[in-house]
T-cell receptor, first 112, second 117 residues
Framework: KNQVEQSPQSLIILEGKNCTLQ??????????LRWYKQDTGRGPVSLTIMTFSENTKSNGRYTATLDADTKQSSLHITASQLSDSASYIC???????????FGAGTTVTVRA | DVKVTQSSRYLVKRTGEKVFLECVQDMDHENMFWYRQDPGLGLRLIYFSYDVKMKEKGDIPEGYSVSREKKERFSLILESASTNQTSMYLC????????????????FGEGSRLTVL
């Protein structure tokens, strides 16, 4: 069973609307949680990295939250644009381990 | 800006062929990774290297080998390609080294889509 579960698997939103993606994890002991954006046919690009002590981090219109107690994270996209159409991947790292745990991703489609 | 370059974006090979996937990074990063990405699955680590000639197995090393003769270059080798190795292969690099390999930001290449017939 994957230690990082993302929901929904996919979603469609209208341009200008907001959306929230979810990430639940069981990885332990926790080191950090990252969100990546992957455009179709391209490599993933980092959006945010959060450690245990951080519960919110923003990167432009992207805001990530982390609740390390419940082992949940969310990525909120504000005022979506067509260029936000991509797959968003949640990645969790364990202390003292070079292996990262990747979620399967949420595919976001923004329609005009 | 960090640049991770994968030599081939698309490859088509036949079963049993030897396949080389090359990856070069230009930021003097110590860590380099090869991942495999399949639909509906998260990225899976094939091999990790934290220094020249140093490597660690990932979660799915079977059927693959790697080479890191220079710090900037990390090669993935499929000794005898099989159809179940058809996939997208992603190379990544990061700092710092092995001890903190789980903390450094990962920079990915554009990917190499391999089809084995």
């Amino acid at each position: 069973k994957n230690q990082v579960e993302q929901s929904p698997q996919s979603l469609i939103i209208l341009e200008g609307k907001n959306c929230t993606l979810q990430c639940n994890y069981t990885v332990s002991p926790f080191s950090n949680l990252r969100w990546y954006k992957q455009d179709t046919g391209r490599g993933p690009v980092s959006l945010t990295i959060m450690t245990f002590s951080e519960n919110t981090k923003s990167n432009g219109r992207y805001t990530a939250t982390l609740d390390a107690d419940t082992k949940q994270s969310s990525l909120h996209i504000t005022a979506s644009q067509l260029s936000d159409s991509a797959s968003y991947i949640c990645v969790v790292s364990r202390s003292n381990d070079y292996k990262l745990s990747f979620g399967a991703g949420t595919t976001v489609t923004v329609r005009a | 800006d960090v640049k991770v370059t994968q030599s081939s974006r698309y490859l088509v090979k036949r079963t049993g062929e030897k396949v080389f996937l090359e990856c070069v990074q230009d930021m003097d990063h110590e860590n380099m990774f090869w991942y495999r990405q399949d639909p509906g699955l998260g990225l899976r680590l094939i091999y990790f290297s934290y220094d020249v000639k140093m490597k660690e197995k990932g979660d799915i090393p079977e059927g693959y080998s790697v080479s890191r003769e220079k710090k900037e270059r990390f090669s993935l080798i499929l000794e005898s390609a099989s159809t179940n190795q058809t996939s997208m292969y992603l190379c990544a690099s990061s700092n710092p080294g092995l001890a903190e390999a789980n903390t450094g930001e990962l920079f990915f290449g554009e990917g190499s889509r391999l089809t084995v017939l």
